[in-house]
Each structure stands twice: as C-alpha cells, then as structure tokens.
C-alpha cells in the first residue's frame, strides 16, 4: 500500500532525505529507528505533507497514487494518519467537535456511513476509554492544557475512530511513562490487522517490546541503511546506532548522534 | 522564510475571500429628500414623523451646537472627509407613506427583503420568543409581538412611534445618557435621527420574549441615522438584539447611530449585536462608515451586558460603554471583531465606575485578515468614589496572514487606592501546525480556519442569547468562507 522509491525531499531547501526506499504492505508493522536527525520525522512530515517538506526526487506512492500531488487532507480521506509527535493545541475547538469535523470528511471521502452524533459519541467514549482517557477530555479544547501524556493518548484515540489504512506514529513514546507506554502500545495493537499497515518512527527500541514490528529499518543519513526482523532493534539497543553508521556513513552520523 | 509567507497568504486569501450574501437592493419607490443638511431638512423629517414642537427644538439646538463641533481624528482609522452635504437624511419607501395599520398592508416587496434576510416578519415564521422591530432606511416597517409585549406592560415601538405615543418617557430619558453635544457623530445623529427603537420594561417586571431590530439600509447616497432607547425601570429585565446589512454598493454610506441605555436600580439590560453592513470590496470600494455611540447607566445593582459580533462595515468607530453610577452596579463588555480585505475598525468600551463596589469585565477577541486593521481602544476609569471597583480586562487579539494588523490601546485611570484593574492581553497567529493538524485528519483548510477562529470566539458567543448564538457562529463562517472554485 505504501511504496517509496528513492525518494529525495528537502525542509526548507534543505536537502534530509537522500534517496529512501520502503514498501510497507497491509497488515504489516514497520519501524523505523535512527539517530536524532537522521530523516525519520521528515519522513514522517513528507508523506503528510506538511507545508515546506518538499519533495525533490524519486517517488512516494499510497494505494497507486502519488502522494506529492496531492493535498493534505486528500492523504487523510485516503486513509493515512500520522499521530504527530508535537500535538498542538487548538484552544476553544472541543475534541468532540474536531473528531465529527475529521470523522464526516474522511467517513464522506471513503463512502463509509456517517455517523450520526449518538453512534460517535459512544464511539469516541469507548475510544477514550482503550486508552485510559476520561471522557470529559472530549469536551475539553483540542490538547488544551492537556499533559504530554495525554496529548499522545489523545492522538492515539483519534487514531482509533478514524481507522486508518495506514497509520504513521512519529515518536509516539517519546515523553511517555511506563504505564502510559503499554497504554498507547495495548491501542496501537488493537489496529492491528490484516488490511492496516503501520509504520512506526521511533528513536528507542522500547516502545518494540510493546508493539512488536515485522520490520525494523534504521534510518541514517537520509536513507535506509539496514533492515531486518524485530531482532535489529535489539541489536542496535546493545550496539549503539554508532554500531551503523560509522563506517560507511562516517562523521555524518557521529554527529547526529550527539546532537 | 518569504516563500512562506505568502504560501500563507495565498491559501488565507483564498480562504477569506468570500461573498457578502446580503449584498442585494430592494426595488422599491421610495420618498427621499435631496442630499444636504440644514435646518429646513431638520423641520421637514420632524414634520413627516409628526413630531410635537418640542422634539423639533430638541434636534435644533443639537444641530446648531453640532455645527461647532470637529470631526474627531484619534481613532485608528483613515478615511477621505465624508461630504456631509452630498447624502440625504430621510428615505423611505412610498408605501410606508399612510403607516400601514397592519402587516397585511405593508408592501410585500419589503417584506420579501426582510425573508430573504432571515427575517420573516409574520408571527407564526418567526423564531417563537424573539418580538423584532424592522427598520428600512429612515422608518420602521413593523414591529411584531406588540400587543403579547403590552400584556407585560412592555413598551415596544419605532422611536417615532414613542415620541407621538409616550413622549413623558421619550422626554425623559432622550438625551440622559448620550447628551446633544456629546461628540461629533453623537451630535448629528441628535439634529437628524429618523428611526430606531425604543423599550420600556416596567418596574419588577422580566420582559417575556427576545427584543430584536433589524436595521436595513437600502437606498443609495442616504445616511441611516438610527435612534435606540432602552430603559429598564426597576427590577426589570430585558434582552435586546440588533442586526444590519445593507445592499453591497460602491460609494461609502454612512450610518451614525446613538443607542443609549438607562437600567434603573435593580434592572439589568443585556444588549447583543450582530453587525453586518457591508464591507466594500477587496480593496476597499464601497462599504458602510459605522460611526457609532452607545452608552448605558447603570443605577445601584443594576447590569448592563453589551455583547457585539462585528464582521461588516468599512470602517468601525464604536465603543459600547457604561457609567456604573449606582453601587454595586455591573457592567460587562464581551465583543469580537472580525476585519478581512480592507476592514478598519477601532473598537472597544468604557467603563466609568462611580459607584462604589461596582464591578466591570471586558473581554475583547479581535480577529484581523488580509490588510486589514483591528483596534481595541478601552478605557478604564475608577473614579474619586469607586471604593472597591473592579475591573477586569482581557484583550486577545488573532492574525490570519501578515499584512493585516492588531493593536490594542488600553486606557487606565484609577482616583480611588482600594480599586482593582486587571488587563491581560495576547497576539497570536493560526498557526500553521494548527491548520496542518486540521488538514492532516481530513478537515478542508476553510473549515479548519473557521473552526479555529470560532474557538477563539467561544468566550464571546456563549453570551449571545442562543438563537443568535448560532447565527453568529454562521456569520464568521460565511466572512471566512472562500469561493473556492
């Protein structure tokens, strides 16, 4: 479903994806680990389209279609959702009154049935509930005065209502306890099936020994440079991303890795 | 960071480029004096509204004080001089002539503009619980609800109607809040003022139902010079709505209005306003010049609420105020307002506590779009008596785009130590993580942006009484939507 092809994108006119490849199918788990500043949030930001992530060369295809051409919100109607690593605030715009907003486009675009606001409520009570959210955050502004925490579970039933094809998570443990990351992690797995792809961007192997992927890539210098079975993120936990990228990739990687 | 800037800009002007819906003229044959202003125009508008001798002396003396006054120039805002003697002062359509008795006389035409408008003015179509008084240019087409109101005891009619039918009241008050020579614009409105409406709520008594004008401005080269008078005797309650449009046209029109408000001991005044005129276009043709004075007294314990929505007119110069002249009297002012193309408003409130114990909250949402210019401009005033006063402001001010502009001119003065004045205020942008975050769970960007500007609002319009509450929320859509094509 998701199909990468030397894929060159620049931030900002800065060139950080240098040439990636990566075939996700559905029902599969990839994750993507890498250094800080190794391309894997631009990857994630690119294949969203957020405003300047830009791509340059080569090819990002979702379901047969060229993601480069088309808007964001065509991505979302299309099935792909990113769970963002810094959820921002939209004070005064109730979670509830974002989900039917979100929830009536995408349902419309997929010619699913629209929900009428009983069935959503109860949907979105029964999310809230698989990840530990009391439900008055759906009366709450959208991540306003929420914790770090409850942001990211706050994503994650977004992510739950909106049933995603393929679900991107840009470093959704980062800043999570323990109890929160089995939270998010009992979630994410509850999407597991045979139709969804997922592709998980993650800079520690924890968040693996939750969610157990089929794949794991590590990302370095904007590109893929090794891939594996869930036992590579192990390996790198022992090692040390330096384990990887000192060699070929040299100080380019050095340096990310101190950064 | 230039490419993104007007990657912003060009994705917010689609956004924000929207129609003004109501832009129409209605075609009817109307009676409008020639454009000019003197004191033989003053005699002829008060001889066509029948009016005693001594409202007439009223408007002269306003006008020849009026004469001596300057067009005031500190507001934020920049016009060419508008030539006064180049408008008319009185337009109304023919058949409004022989004051038709009943609806069913009215001219159909009329009423068809008020239906196009959203404004059915027969009974059983109309919001069940909202009585409205329909001003067209100088008149007042009709007024429903009257007798279910007279049952209470509430007095509900055009400000001509009240001067031929209560003119103890009209006497009274007229005058008491905003005087003759108050300022430049108050001033003329005094000499020339045609229609309007006026309320009085008995002692004790809650009014039963929503009070509502429609003001409509219709024909061309006309001024709309609108009265509003509202007291509220003791103990009493009233909630009062206006709205206006006017038809979209390429000279600027000038409507100069004075409401003034008197809550007598106990009574509380909650007065709402959805402005609309038209704007002028995208760069700056046309448009309505809302040159506005309203003011309340507030007696001891009594509450004067303003609420405004303020998304029209080419330029805003308005400041709902309110003199807590009573003891722990209240006054609260909630207002947004919404500038886009090539919008300037200046606007804001005053508060003036005399009393002691009196207590007022501003909260003031300024929303600026395009190149367009958004002011608060408020003043706070704790006089020699005003023991423990208080006063809290809170002033947001939100930017679509980075040609426009917000600015806040907040004025303090404190005579008295125990009073206590709070002002907070806050600039932000939509941010483009907000409307991506929108986009990225498949929210259109019109929709995201008026969903996000709605939110910022939300402290504003849950004090609109409900039906408006909604019809607010409508409007802000309609000002951002763009036509995406």
Known sequence: MLEIRDLHASVAGQPILKGLNLTVKPGEVHAIMGPNGSGKSTLANVLAGRDNYEITGGEALFDGKSLGDLEPEERAQLGLFLAFQYPVEIPGVSNMEFLKAALESVRAA????????????????????????????????????????????????????????????????????IDALQTVAKGVNSLRGPERGIVLVTHYQRLLDYIVPDFVHVLSGGKIIKSGGKELALELEQHGYGWLTSGDNGDNGKKDQTA | MSSQAELDNSELDRVIRSEYEAGFTTLVESDTLPPGLNEDVIRVISAKKEEPEWMLEWRLEAYRHWQTMQEPNWAHVQYPPVDLNAISYYSAPKSMEDRPKSLDEVDPELLETYKKLGIPLHEQEMLAGVAVDAVFDSVSVATTFKSKLAEAGVIFCSISEAVREHPELVRKYLGSVVPKGDNYFAGLNSAVFTDGSFVYIP??????????????????????????????????????????????????????????????????????????????????????????????????????????????????????????????????????????????????????????????????????????????????????????????????????????????????????????????????????DQLFLCRQRGIDPEKAISMIVNGFCKEVFKELPMEFAVEAGKLLEVSLEGAVG
């Open chain 1, 110 to 177: 997929q010619g699913k049935e629209e929900w009428d606001s009983v069935t959503l409520l109860r949907k979105a009570r029964e999310a809230c509930k698989q990840v530990d959210l009391d439900a008055q955050f759906l009366k709450r502004g959208v991540n306003e005065g929420f914790s770090g925490g409850e942001k990211k579970r706050n994503e994650i039933m977004q992510m739950l209502l909106m049933e995603p094809k393929l679900a991107l998570l840009d470093e959704t443990d980062s800043g999570l306890d």
């Open chain 2, 203 to 432: 002692k004790g008594v809650r009014c039963p139902m929503e009070l509502s004008t429609y003001f409509r401005i219709n024909e061309a080269n006309t001024g709309q010079f609108e009265r509003t008078l509202i007291v509220a005797d003791e103990g009493s309650y009233v909630s009062y709505l206006e709205g206006c449009t006017a038809p979209q046209r390429d000279e600027n029109q000038l409507h100069a209005a004075v409401v003034e408000l008197v809550a007598l001991p106990g009574a509380e005044i909650k007065y709402s306003t959805v402005q609309n005129w038209y704007p002028g276009d995208e760069d700056g043709k046309g448009g309505i010049y809302n040159f506005v004075t309203k003011r309340g007294v507030a007696h001891d314990h009594a509450k004067i609420s303003w609420t405004q929505v303020e998304t029209g007119s080419a330029i805003t110069w308005k400041y709902p105020s309110v003199v807590l002249r009573g003891d722990h009297s209240v006054g609260e002012f909630y207002s947004v307002a919404l500038t886009r193309h090539a919008q300037q408003a200046d606007t804001g409130t005053k508060m003036i506590h005399l009393g002691k114990n009196t207590k007022s909250t501003i909260v003031s949402k300024g929303i600026s779009a395009g190149k367009s210019s958004n002011a608060y401009r408020g003043l706070v005033r704790m006089g020699p008596r005003a023991e423990n006063a208080r006063n809290f402001t809170q002033c947001d001010s939100l930017l679509l785009g980075d040609r426009c502009g917000a600015h806040t001119f907040p004025y303090i003065e404190s005579k008295h130590p125990s009073a206590t004045i709070e002002h907070e205020a806050t600039t932000s942008k939509v941010s483009d």
